[in-house]
Nanobody, 128 residues
Framework: QVQLEESGGGLVQPGGSLRLSCAAS????????VGWFRQAPGKEREGVSC????????YYADSVKGRFTISRDNAKNTVYLQMNSLKPDDTAVYYC?????????????????????WGQGTQVTVSS
């Protein structure tokens, strides 16, 4: 059974850090690019970051650039999202998703419809 499972969410104070994990089962994650998306209450889901396959090229939304870092550990079949300097606006449910590799990934990494597999999401709340 193909599955993605996010973990690592929680409640953190502004300025704090969290590391989200996206673990795959039933397929080999290193054959896919992996994106992180988030959906805040009352808002549409948006792309946060993405990491390509073997070359490890990364992409970030402007709102998180310089604060979030995406990485992958193919040996563990897992992708991570390190989130630093968290702000209340980062409060959302965070999802990871997998998409087959493409030379055009830089054009569509934030497009949800291109992704084949999705996790159930993990809640991140940034509040004092």
């Amino acid at each position: 059974q193909v599955q993605l499972e996010e973990s690592g969410g929680g409640l953190v104070q502004p300025g704090g850090s969290l590391r989200l994990s996206c673990a795959a089962s039933g397929f080999t994650l290193d054959y896919f690019a992996v994106g992180w998306f988030r959906q805040a209450p009352g808002k549409e889901r948006e792309g946060v970051s993405c990491i390509s396959t073997s070359d490890g090229i990364t992409y970030y939304a402007d709102s998180v650039k310089g604060r979030f870092t995406i990485s992958r550990d193919n040996a563990k079949n897992t992708v991570y999202l390190q989130m630093n300097s968290l702000k209340p606006d980062d409060t959302a449910v965070y999802y990871c998703a997998a998409v087959p590799p493409s030379a055009s990934l830089w054009l569509f990494w934030y497009t949800q419809s291109r992704y084949h597999y999705w996790g159930q999401g993990t809640q991140v709340t940034v509040s004092s």
